[in-house]
């Protein structure tokens, strides 16, 4: 497994980077993670603490995020609107207070009050933060964590989750897919932008699997989830690839396992 980690970073950014060892953020409570709510799941848009308007992700250029950085602010716009049309979705999205556990989540819940969404991602302003100082200032890691929950999306809408939950005692295969189309996303802004740096990116993978095996919560190890990535990642560069391939690749892969 390690090989092929090393690989997806040496196609991001042509080097390799040792592992972290501390995981960047928490993933939900077991009870959060159970298979009725699943993975990196938003049980309602009230339990969320929003604690700022939500955007719909196809007009997020025009947005201001308020995270004290102007620029930051038109690269997290400019990102969400790549994603939502490379990924054919349109979810509404916002921060949320997550000071109880660094986090990101998703909810095929609708906010009435974006029109023309369908879908709604919520970013914890902490995880936000974190990220930034912690990991990656440029915001690469963002962009990945972002994809990985459009990839929710994704699953939410085509209704995929029952068929990768069916007959599972975790979340495992529910979140490797998303990370296969996490990985395609980032792999077609390589593809588009070959100057783009995604070595923190696919060192996210890495760093947020987890060895809970026992737990409905359990998201896949960090080579699974390096692996995942890998994959989507690859297909992502090949120009003859498409997101209706990747999906079914995904769908093979995480049933496999």
Request: aromatic share 8%.
């Amino acid at each position: 497994m390690r090989p092929v980690r090393r690989r997806f970073l040496k196609l991001a950014c042509g080097c390799c980077l040792a592992a972290k060892s501390a995981a960047a953020f928490a993933w939900p409570s077991e009870e959060e993670n159970a298979l009725g709510g699943g993975g990196c799941y938003l049980n309602s848009l009230e339990s969320a603490k929003i604690s700022k308007a939500f955007y719909s992700a196809a007009d997020a250029d025009t947005a201001g995020f308020g995270s004290g950085n102007g620029d930051l602010d038109k690269f997290l716009g400019r990102a969400l609107v790549r994603a939502a049309s490379e990924l054919g979705i349109n979810p509404a999205f916002g921060f949320y207070d997550d000071s109880d556990g660094p986090n990101a989540k998703a909810s095929p819940e609708v906010d009435g009050n974006v029109p023309g969404t369908w879908g709604t991602v919520v970013f914890g302003r902490t995880l936000f933060k974190g990220e930034l100082s912690n990991y990656d200032p440029s915001g690469m890691t963002i962009l990945a964590i972002i994809a990985h929950e459009f990839g929710h999306i994704i699953q939410f809408k085509r209704g995929l989750r029952e068929v990768l939950l069916e007959q599972q005692s975790t979340v495992k295969r529910l979140e490797l897919h998303a990370d296969v189309l996490a990985g395609y996303y980032l792999g077609r802004r390589k593809a588009q932008t070959p100057s783009l740096s995604f070595l923190s990116a696919g060192e996210v993978f890495h760093r947020i699997g987890d060895t809970n095996f026992n737990s409905p919560g359990h998201h896949g190890t960090p080579d699974e989830r390096a692996n995942a990535s890998q994959i989507g990642f690859t297909q992502g560069l090949n120009e003859a690839s498409d997101l209706e391939q990747v999906i079914q690749i995904g769908i093979n892969h995480v049933t496999q396992l």
